[in-house]
């Protein structure tokens, strides 16, 4: 059994329980040890791309060189999280200064410079489970249900430093739904802002954002939406004035491997 | 025009202003255009020619979602996004210029909103 | 003793700006065996020559050195006036003050400390050159081209027309390339095939032209004026010779479905087919991808009903062989693909086309019949939406950092055709510049906005979002209005930005010839000579060597034709001296030099070889081939006794200047 | 920390460019006007290959501080494979170096092509920096070639 230090992020512990515990109870099934570093801190949610930003990164470094002690790969599961810890990780990498300055604040043993790799559980589907090895395991196939995989502009964005997948062209969600058994849903709004945090202050930009994705789903025949973030899950429920069933990808990957009830959507 | 305001905000965003072409493609492919009073391209074209206090002022700072829609697919390799950043940083960082008030935050919030949404914010507004 | 002339040349302020060029003469006139240093304004023109010219006479100079720009640009110059006041014009050295000195140094000391040194390394060289004789090697008269669009047609219609014989290597199975698939030309209107099939023909025709359809280069070897070349002919499963193209087995053939590259994938074609009507050589050729009998080995319709028994299932690839004095490059373009860039939509709708598609479906020829059909449910598009510099004038990783130079003008055909044959159809172009320099190019540019009412924003497209009501949203800047714009559209057109076709990178290995970064074949000078390549006998056509339009293309083929003409009338050309010789006495017969040589220059012989004490004996050693050897020196390291040695940059040659720079 | 940057050392540098590619490439980049420093000499040979390794260590022998040698990329050599055996030669040449005690950073080999102008000046920039931190080349100098 392969073991990954596991990195949930704040909103998992709350809001987001599904997400997480779905995340959990999946990679058990497909024997994938997740391991929670001891204390870890929050990513911050968003990540500051200002060069002259060392405090806000350090908390995303520390949780890299918590797996990096270990020797092990990180998995986050939140797309906002993912974000935040990878383009720290691209940046300390190619940034020397920034790379020295934070090292400097850190005082670690050994100074972190982007050794982790990180991936999102997604791609540790794709990339050490293996989608095949996945749809295998599936016992409650999601047979004819048309899933529209949103993405939002965190998973992809900027593509330098996430190389997840092709920013505009991305296929990593819709093979994964072909895994779980269902029909994936090709919208070209996949890709884009909901809307985001902004929701806080601005609910009508939010909302127009979150409706233009769902309106866009909806009109290529998605019966539901599944995405990786907390915050685009709430923004496509709460905001948009078009209605469709809005779901963690990790619920449906539960629902196909027999581990949680099935859905009524 | 002050010089050093703009020498900070090209030096914390890192971004080479003179690379843009003037395609647009920023302002065409930015979700929060409407909301914004000046664009992408203008933030760009606005850092180049040194007038950051207008920018600084101006409340489509707030605007920006973060999306980096227009980052990656600026074909010149930009980063207006980064601009924006920095430029808003360069305001929030002015004493007593925070954006938001935590005072303020308990009448925004619902039963569901994840605590995401105000981390996010706090990091983008307060200093 | 060496009298050597040093030359120190202002190239007006190009050197004399940043390097004291005074000081360089006076300081290079004190070295050893120099008996004259002087300066002056323009050393390459006819009087800064006439000076060279007269110290040599006067000063009866027996080496020269001349400080002025690379030997790349005027090397020949300065020999060839050396070789005319009677100085062997190999005695003669350039040292680079301008390129490499005066052009990157700004600090007037320190560059002109350079300039003296090298010099000063020139000197020293100079002092070991000694008077070389150029051989002669034979010009075969027969020239290779290499693609058969546009560009490779008018080139070896112009070589045939001298009374040379002309080969065209094509790699699909008809010639004409893209603009066969042109519907029409601007700023003419034209109609491409019009003007281009009488040429196919013609060509075909031709009693001085071969045409390898289907065939590809599969090596070249040898040099100038005797190129060895194989050509691989690949298996069509039709002989070519017996062929009709009656057009029987395309009609009768049961695998209809296969994409048809010709019309960009827009309809269907059959396993046996012929590109088009006015394809030239005009026979079948069987897909083996698709086709049941070489696949699964049933089937056999296409030989039954072929009259003339032209089909042949167990055909090979063949290869053949030929010698040429001159290849002229032709390999063309295409547009990028554009799965990087699908904000635009191009992989979810297929109303999303590119620009060549939109040839394609304005085409009599093409899968509408020449009306304008959306590609998704075949009704007529009432709004489309153009997208200028998809891919191009990118820093990015996904496009192209040039300007692919001819899409604002298709595009304003484009428009314009639209808006003429359907008036009730807006047009909109999104543009960042529109580039128009040309003959009645901006004309036509405003005939479209002016006469044809289409609408120019200047802006970029930033997402295209396909809906399920057939309609496509377009969001878009109006950088002028300062808006975002939505556009409901019915079509979406992509100008692609063109690349060089992918067979040029392996080819310019094969010819070794240099490319830029972005796979352009490099001319021998930007400027002076544009068709010609680096390498000698390799000419270059059309837009393999960068983006150019029809026009452009076929004076670029004519130019290069006329080129590899002047190659081809002469009976033999000037060799290159500076080639390797070995010393026999002190070559031991190793084999070492021979293993390293890629041209196969050296040989072994068996000398007779006289003895200190009188007796003679037989060796063995390396004798070099001076009409094959092309001066590379890889044998004069291989070599370890020092025996092997090159002219012109011979061990003590280099290493003189080696000591003279580290003095 | 302690880093000596040797800012004010000059190093001597010799650079050996074929022909057709990187002397072209030399071209390019004076044609285009970019900038590197006055330290590099620059040799033009026919092809890569035809550097001799005794060239190289004469040249160290002579004071240089620094050698390079520039070439076609692999596979677009003028003459077909001369860079391939220049490849090899060099490889050998370094760990001999290495031997020597001669510092790695003081010899190098890059590919150039006639279009990369910017890359020929930017790989003189940074070469001539790394050797300048290097300080002096000692190991290998003939005292007799000293200037008093």
């Keep these: 059994m392969e073991t990954f230090t596991y990195y949930p992020g704040c909103t998992l512990r709350t809001k987001a329980k599904d997400l997480d515990t779905y995340a959990r109870k999946s990679a058990e099934c497909l024997g994938i040890n997740l391991e929670e570093p001891a204390d870890w801190q929050c990513c911050g949610g968003a990540y500051t791309t200002a060069k002259d930003e060392i405090a806000t990164k350090l908390s995303a470094v520390r949780t890299l060189n918590s797996a990096k002690e270990l020797n092990r790969p990180l998995i986050t599961v939140c797309s906002a999280c993912h974000n935040v810890i990878k383009q720290t990780n691209y940046d300390i990498s190619n940034d020397e200064e920034m790379a020295a300055k934070v090292n400097n604040y850190l005082k670690l043993p050994e100074p972190y410079n982007g050794e982790t790799t990180v991936y999102h559980y997604l791609e540790m589907l794709r990339d050490v489970v293996g989608f095949d090895t996945l749809a295998q395991k599936v016992v409650n196939p999601l047979k004819g249900k048309k899933i529209a995989a949103y993405y939002g502009c965190l998973l992809l964005r900027p593509s330098k430093a996430l190389a997840m997948d092709d920013p505009e062209n991305p296929t990593i969600m819709e093979d994964f739904i072909k895994a779980i058994g269902g029909t994936p849903v090709i919208y070209a709004q996949r890709n884009e802002c909901c809307g985001g945090y902004i929701t806080l202050e601005d609910k009508a930009q939010a909302s127009k954002r979150s409706s233009a994705v769902v309106r866009s789903a909806k009109d290529q025949g998605a019966d539901m939406i599944i995405t990786a973030c907390p915050l685009c899950l709430y923004n496509l429920k709460k905001n948009s004035d078009t209605e469709l069933p809005v779901y963690y990808f990790t619920e449906l990957l539960a629902e196909a491997l027999g581990l949680k009830e099935v859905q009524n959507g | 025009m002050d010089k050093n305001l703009k020498e900070q905000v090209l030096r914390s965003s890192g971004v080479n202003v003179l690379k843009c072409m003037r395609c647009g493609k920023c302002s065409g492919t930015c979700p929060s255009y409407d909301e914004m009073e000046y664009h992408p391209h203008q933030f760009v074209y606005m850092v180049e020619r040194g007038d950051i206090e207008t920018l600084m002022h101006s409340k489509s700072i707030y605007k920006c979602l973060t999306c980096f829609a227009c980052v990656d697919r600026c074909p010149r390799n930009v980063e207006p996004a980064k601009v924006v950043e920095a430029v808003r940083l360069a305001a929030v960082r002015q004493q007593g210029n925070n954006h938001m008030n935590p005072n303020q935050i308990p009448e925004m919030l619902d039963d569901d909103l994840p605590q995401q949404a105000i981390v996010t914010a706090f990091r983008k507004y307060i200093k | ?663 | 920390m302690q880093v000596n940057d040797n800012k004010d050392f000059q190093p001597l540098i010799v650079a050996f460019c074929c022909n057709w590619c990187s002397y072209a490439g030399a071209d390019l980049s004076g044609t285009n006007r970019l900038n590197y420093p006055t330290n590099v000499k620059i040799i033009r040979v026919p092809c890569s290959c035809r550097v001799n390794p005794m060239f190289i260590l004469r040249a160290f022998q002579r004071g240089a501080d620094g050698v390079i040698l520039c070439g076609c990329h692999p596979g677009d050599c003028h003459y077909t494979s001369g860079n391939y055996f220049t490849r090899r030669r060099m490889t050998l040449l370094f760990s001999m170096l290495d031997f020597l005690g001669i510092e790695r950073d003081r010899t190098r080999v890059e590919w150039v092509s006639a279009a990369e102008g910017a890359k020929f000046a930017a790989t003189m920039n940074e070469f001539t920096e790394a050797v300048r931190k290097l300080g002096p080349n000692r190991r290998l100098e003939d005292l007799r070639c000293r200037k008093q």
């Design chain 3, 1 to 663: 003793m060496k009298r050597i002339g040093v030359f120190v040349c202002h190239c007006g302020t190009n050197i004399a700006a940043t390097v004291d060029v005074k000081a360089v003469a006076e300081a290079l006139g004190h070295e050893p065996g120099v008996v004259i240093s002087q300066d002056y304004q323009y050393m390459c023109s006819e009087s800064g020559q006439n000076l060279v010219k007269n110290a040599i006479k006067e000063h009866n100079l027996t080496g020269v050195v001349v400080c002025s720009c690379s030997p790349r640009m005027h090397e020949n110059t300065f020999r060839k006036a050396a070789a005319s006041a009677g100085l062997n014009p190999y005695l003669v050295e350039i040292a680079n003050i301008r390129e490499q000195c005066s052009w990157i140094h700004k600090d007037i000391a320190s560059a002109t400390e350079k300039a003296i040194i090298l010099g000063k390394a020139a000197v020293a060289k100079v002092h070991l050159n000694s008077p070389l004789t150029a051989g002669e090697s034979p010009v075969v008269k027969r020239a290779l081209v290499i693609g058969g669009g546009i560009a490779g047609i008018q080139t070896a219609l112009d070589i045939a027309e001298a009374g040379f014989d002309v080969d065209i290597v094509e790699k699909n199975p008809t010639i004409g390339g893209k603009m066969a698939q042109i519907d029409k030309t601007f700023p003419t209107l034209d109609c491409a095939a019009c003007i281009l099939t009488p040429k196919m023909v013609e060509a075909s025709q031709n009693e001085h032209i071969t045409i390898h359809s289907f065939s590809e280069v599969a090596d070249v070897k040898g040099f100038v004026g005797n190129f060895t070349v194989k050509i691989k002919k690949k298996a069509r499963f039709v002989d070519e010779t017996k062929c009709t193209g009656c057009g029987l087995c395309t009609e009768k053939c049961p695998m209809k479905k296969v994409p048809n590259e010709f019309n960009m994938g827009l309809d269907n074609r059959t396993a046996i087919y012929i590109p088009f009507a006015q394809a030239v050589p005009k026979v079948a050729t069987i897909d083996p991808n698709y086709c049941m009998m070489l696949q699964k080995g049933k089937c056999g319709i296409c030989s039954s009903v072929c009259s003339v028994g032209a089909i042949d299932y167990k055909q090979e690839d063949k290869i053949i062989e030929q010698q040429y004095g001159a290849i002229i490059v032709a390999t063309g373009f295409n547009p990028i693909k554009l799965d990087k860039y699908d904000e635009f939509a191009y992989n979810q709708c297929p109303d999303v086309v590119t620009s060549l598609e939109l040839e394609r479906l304005m085409n009599a020829a093409g899968p509408n019949g020449g009306t304008l059909l959306r590609p998704s449910d075949k009704t007529h598009p009432h709004k489309i939406v153009f997208v200028q510099c998809v891919g191009s004038r990118c820093d990015d990783s996904k496009g192209k950092p040039y300007c692919s130079k001819i899409c604002c003008m298709y595009t304003a055909k484009h428009a314009m055709l639209i808006r003429e044959k359907y008036p009730d159809t807006d047009v909109y172009v999104f543009y960042i510049d529109v580039r128009t320099p040309g003959k009645n190019f901006d004309e036509f540019y405003r005939r479209a906005v002016e006469q044809y009412n289409v609408h120019y924003i200047k802006g970029m497209v930033g997402k295209v979002t396909p809906r399920s009501d057939g309609k496509i949203d377009v969001q878009a800047s109006d950088l002028l209005a300062n808006e975002q714009l939505h556009i409901d559209a019915d079509m979406v057109v992509l100008a692609a930005a063109i690349e060089p076709d992918k067979t040029a990178r392996p080819l310019a290995t094969m010819l070794t010839t240099q490319m830029d970064t972005n796979d352009f074949f490099t001319e021998a000078h930007p400027k002076l000579r544009p068709v010609e390549s680096a390498t000698a006998g390799i000419f270059l056509s059309g837009a393999c060597q960068g983006p150019k339009d029809i026009p452009e293309t076929v004076a670029q083929a004519s130019a290069a034709a006329a080129k590899a003409i002047g190659l081809l009338v002469k009976n033999s050309i000037t060799c290159n001296p500076c080639v390797a010789h070995s010393d026999e006495l002190m070559c031991n017969g190793c084999s070492s030099c021979e293993k390293v040589c890629p041209y196969g220059a050296i040989t072994y012989i068996d000398k007779e070889f006289r003895m200190p004490d009188r007796t003679t004996a037989i060796r063995r050693v390396a004798s070099v081939n001076p009409a094959v050897c092309q001066g590379c020196g890889a044998c004069t390291v291989a070599c370890p006794s020092g025996a092997m040695d090159l002219n012109g940059f011979s061990n003590s040659q280099i290493m003189s200047e080696v000591d003279a720079i580290c003095k």
